[in-house]
């Protein structure tokens, strides 16, 4: 069984910082496998299926987040969701039209420690665990397991490059 292990990194001071999002629906497509192989085929295929439906001019927010601990369970378990919100929502008469893999959901709000992230989404695990295992415990604050890691994206590599590529790793707090 293949387990991830974080790697050491030098992150001693995150920024992080504490916001409360709102309850989003938001369209997905799922993956199961190994995250970073899974993680952007999952994104290839929403945006795909979001281009084809000439739905790109109403994306209004991206994110994406495993469901699964990558140190609990085997990397061929694990579940990846790619998510768009729609100015507006799915239009209804789409929602007969979505592959098997795709669905409607909703990503429950609340308060979140957020850590922007810049660079090579590669480096995510390992900042996530930091702000989990480091920046959590020292905080005084109490996760929020109910609710999934969220990675929000904030551009897009294409334009900016992926070393200045920025996405918030957002971790539930009650």
Known sequence: MEVWEPKMMDTQNL??????FPTREVIFYRQIGPY????????NCLWEWIFEKNLASQVNWT??????SPRLIPADMLRY????????????????????A???????GGRFAIYQMK??????????????D????????????????????????????????????CLPIR
């Not at 920024?15 to 409360?20: A, G, I, Q, S």
């Not at 994110?63 to 699964?68: A, N, Q, R, S």
């Not at 795709?102 to 429950?108: A, D, H, K, P, S």
């Open 15 to 20: 920024d992080v910082r504490l916001e409360d």
């Open 36 to 43: 970073p192989q899974k993680a952007p085929a999952a994104w």
């Open 63 to 68: 994110c994406g987040y495993g469901l699964d």
């Open 81 to 100: 969701y790619a998510c768009i919100e729609l100015k507006g929502g799915l239009p209804p008469s789409l929602l007969s039209e979505l592959p098997e």
């Open 102 to 108: 795709m669905g409607v959901q909703r990503i429950e």
């Open 119 to 132: 660079g090579d989404y590669k480096a995510m695990p390992d900042y996530f665990c930091k702000l989990h």
């Open 134 to 169: 480091e920046w959590l415990p020292s905080s005084g604050m109490i996760p929020d397991y109910s609710r999934p890691f969220l990675e929000i994206y904030l551009n897009n590599p294409a334009e900016v490059g992926l070393e200045n590529a920025l996405t918030d790793l």
